[in-house]
């Protein structure tokens, strides 16, 4: 009776904290942060790793939406 949709928005932010743990977790292991290294483990991810790409582009975006999440949350 009480609920609306905004209440929805901390069960959104939950799923998607912990799509972005996961996706960072499967990215760090395949990143090189070495300076000279960087850039092409970042390639690599992109074209070598199974749905790397996809991961990336899920990982970058997530974090933009959990912000405004976070923003229409509060």
Do not use: P
Not at 9 to 19: E, K, P, T
Not at 20 to 36: E, F, K
């Amino acid at each position: 009776r009480n609920l609306n949709y905004m209440w929805t928005f901390g069960g959104i932010l939950s799923i998607m904290l912990v799509s972005q743990i996961l996706t960072g977790i499967v990215l760090a292991m395949h990143y090189t942060s070495d300076t000279n290294l960087a850039f092409d483990s970042v390639e690599k991810i992109m074209r070598d790793v199974n749905s790397g790409w996809l991961l990336r582009y899920l990982h970058s975006n997530g974090a933009s939406f959990f912000f405004v999440a976070v923003y229409i949350h509060i």
